[in-house]
């Protein structure tokens, strides 16, 4: 794929203090004469023949018949696309302390867009596959995007060692060209004369997507060197855009939703001013609506069923939906100098959904997988780097260094799982509805759990053997850092 990008952007941002408020507002400017690009094409009409070149030389005769009725014509296309759009934001907000120990912050956004289904220079109206039938009108720039915020911050008790925190927002982003961009490619001049290669279309109803942000959390100093804090974070995300895959087009609408929820707890202090520690841990669900593929607040490739979008079987886990994290890190200045740093990460299994050739969910005993119903492996690994600053002088200093990666060379897989069921190492007795394994020809492995179709996919070299692609085998490297 082609992408050609030309940004420009004037953005002006004011502030004043007055009495007990500090107001602000500005406004966010950003010019993009040139987004466009290209998906795969064929410059001219491609003929496939049934046989390879040598055939053909041995048999001559062959190739005028095999050209009348045996090859496969590809037309030529235009997998071009070109743009030229503006984005506005304007904001104003204050920040407003009523009391020594209470702050309340409010505002509000406004974001809009120009010629943003303009592509080609030509509307959604020139869009050869409106005579499908299956939309009404075509699609206009959103102007309702007003975003509100509040958030408060109030300190307790005379002590001053404990805050707590809330807020609430709406955040809007929209359309970025990956979801539908063969709508704008279906507008160009190839594609008029021609009729477009995949015909697509977007929903009149356009909304851009936004979402609903709340959290809220207390901060406690327990002690001059030691602080901890804990923080509920709700995001609901809204008007995500998805496609509909009818027989006559696909037609992309902007209806999806998704929800996350997190609780994240930190600690952070430092021991005798020579080892210091950070530790967070969040625990959060995250779900979607989707076919095969689920994203927060994104782009998901679209719906099994276009008559039915909101299928029980099509709401599940989204890719982002980590049960459990851990992340501790430490610094420790160790006896001689020298500076020991360790980074431990842990994280529980991502989901994955199997799928058949064909873009579908698998039916697995005659009942048909739900979204991102899998899990692949916990990741973790650790990272340590030692060093051993040396001051040259007042001004130089000398630090050579050695980094050591993950530390226990632990194979990690992640959610990097075979999802297509025709690709399995261990085939399959029917790709329609799968009942057993068949690693002979008898094929006498009844299917009795999913976990018996979890196959790790190979790639990016295979470092530990097939299915490791997140992360990377043991590794170190030493370097020198010089600091003037």
């Not at 506005?88 to 009391?99: C, F, I, V």
């Not at 209470?102 to 943003?116: A, E, H, I, K, S």
């Amino acid at each position: 794929m082609l992408r050609n990008q030309e940004k420009y952007q004037l953005r002006y941002d004011v502030s004043h203090v007055s009495g007990a408020h500090t107001p602000r507002f500005g406004v966010n400017f950003i010019h993009e004469p040139v987004l466009s690009g290209a998906l795969s094409a064929n410059a001219e009409t491609l003929v496939t023949f049934p046989q390879d070149p040598v055939y053909y030389l041995a048999n001559p005769t062959q190739f005028t018949t095999d050209y009348q009725n045996g090859a496969v014509f590809t037309p030529a296309s235009d997998g071009s696309f070109s743009q030229n759009v503006q984005r506005l934001g304007l904001y104003a907000e204050d920040s407003w302390r009523l009391t020594p120990s209470l702050t309340v912050n409010y505002g509000l956004r406004y974001d809009t867009t120009f010629g943003l289904f303009i592509a080609s220079g030509r509307s959604q109206a020139f869009n050869p596959a409106l005579s499908t039938g299956l939309v009404d009108g075509i699609p206009h720039d959103y102007r309702k995007a007003f975003a509100p915020r509040l958030g408060i911050a109030k300190t307790l008790g005379g002590s001053q060692k404990t805050v707590i925190r809330a807020g609430v927002g709406m955040y809007y982003n929209d359309l970025a060209q990956n979801g539908w961009v063969t709508a704008f490619q279906s507008v160009n001049t190839w594609s008029i004369i021609n009729g477009p290669t995949k015909p697509s279309l977007i929903d009149p109803n356009y909304h851009t997507p936004y979402a609903l942000h709340a959290t809220a959390g207390v901060q406690h100093a327990i002690n001059a060197n030691w602080m901890f804090s804990a923080d509920y974070t709700r995001e609901t995300g809204m008007h995500g855009y998805r496609d509909y895959p009818f027989p006559q087009a696909s037609v992309f609408r902007s209806d999806n939703r998704s929800a996350y929820d997190g609780m994240s707890l930190h600690l952070q202090g430092n021991i005798a001013h020579r080892v210091n520690l950070t530790a967070n841990y969040t625990l959060s669900s995250a779900k979607t609506w989707g076919c095969v593929l689920g994203e927060l607040f994104d782009y998901v490739n679209g719906v099994c069923n276009p008559n039915d979008a909101f299928a029980p079987g099509d709401y599940g886990p989204s890719g982002e939906d980590v049960r459990h994290r851990f992340v501790i890190a430490g610094t420790f200045h160790v006896p001689a100098g020298f500076v020991l740093s360790l980074l431990g990460q842990a994280e529980s299994a991502r989901p994955f959904t199997l799928t058949t050739p064909d873009g579908t969910r698998a039916v697995v005993n005659g009942v048909e997988t739900t979204l991102d119903d899998m899990r692949g492996s916990p990741y973790v690994q650790f990272d340590m780097r030692v060093s051993r600053p040396v001051q040259l002088g007042e001004r130089w200093a000398l630090t050579p260094f050695a980094e050591f990666f993950n530390l226990f060379n632990r194979n990690n897989p992640g959610a990097f799982y075979v999802t297509d069921i025709s690709a399995f190492p261990v085939p399959v007795n029917n790709l329609a509805n799968a009942t057993a394994l068949c690693p002979t020809p008898a094929c006498n492995v009844p299917i009795t759990s999913l976990n018996q179709l979890r196959f790790p996919a190979g790639a990016l070299g295979d470092f530990f053997g097939p299915g490791t692609t997140v992360g990377i085998p043991f590794a170190a490297q030493l370097g020198v850092k010089l600091s003037f």
